[in-house]
């Protein structure tokens, strides 16, 4: 269903319910209203509740960003001394290693800017797109950043390149912003996010730190920062991973196409018909203005269709 069919349902629902009509600007407001409070009540049951999952399924967006090892060995995107992906993909759109925005990735100058599609500042500080709404899942590749350059400058060792970068996967912790930087300013070995070799933890840039509590694994952290995701170890950073539940516009909602997330495309999160439909209906108890106990009522119009 388009978003034109949308406002005839809904002038058809308001009809029967003896409502006045509404113009489209009107409607598309009511519309974004019902948008955010369906996707919202079907994240908190989507856990236990299959119905819930089906119905918010084309908002879950995917999305890598990356650093090839060829990119780290060019030294094309040095930050601070380290390979970032800040230089990679910034609000200017994706950048190549010779500096030039790669054709296609700019943002808009308008609307589409980073709607739905995030960059990096500050190194490897990830910036959430204006409709993201929740964070399902980040993962992360560690490379040996200490084995094959100089921590000082972010050149190759002497004699390494693309084919000496070893890379390791981590699902890093979620904590609170406090939590975050307690551990990154501590200076206890088993329990630092820092990976400054000046703070007290020499190792902290090795690809060898290990939890001894937990064996092989890497600790890893990630928490919010001023609309940004911030992951420990950033200057170890090779790929970085994001499952989140994105607001759809009341354009993408109401599309006659069916494609699942990771797009910037309109019809990157719409919403099966029999969806749209239920969001509609909700929109129309939300523009009929008949409220009673705080939940908003209107005649039982849908059976009458």
Partial sequence: MNLAEAHDYMDMLLDKAEQPYFTAIEKDKYLDLAISEFVNNNYQKMGADEDARRAIANCIDWNKYELTPD???????????????????TNAGHIDTSGTVVSGSAFAGSG?????????K??????????????????VDYYNRKEVMDLETGEMHPGKDADDIVT??????????????EKHNTLDPFQSANTSTKAGTPWADSFAQIDY?????????????EGRINVSHASQ??????????????????????????????????????????????????????TETGDYQIKDIEAQK
Avoid: C
């Avoid at 589409?112 to 990096?120: C, E, I, L």
């Avoid at 390791?168 to 930087?181: F, G, L, Q, T, W």
């Fill in 71 to 89: 990119d780290i060995a060019s030294e094309s995107y040095i930050y601070n001394e380290y390979p970032a992906l800040s230089k990679k993909y």
């Fill in 168 to 181: 390791e996967r981590v699902v890093p912790k979620a904590v609170s912003m406090s939590e975050y930087y």
């Fill in 213 to 225: 509590q937990q064996k092989s694994k890497r600790i890893s952290y990630w928490t919010f920062v």
């Fill in 237 to 290: 950073i090779m790929r970085f991973y994001i499952q989140s539940v994105i607001l759809p516009t009341v354009g993408q909602a109401f599309t006659s196409g069916t494609m699942g997330g990771n797009s910037p495309s309109p019809s990157g999160f719409t919403f099966a018909e029999h969806y749209q439909r239920k969001i509609i209906q909700l929109a129309v108890r939300k523009a009929s203005g008949a």
């Fill in 122 to 139: 500050y190194g490897n500080q990830y910036v959430l797109p204006k409709n993201h709404l929740f964070t399902l899942s980040v993962q």
């Fill in 112 to 120: 589409q800017a980073y709607t739905n599609v995030g960059f990096f």
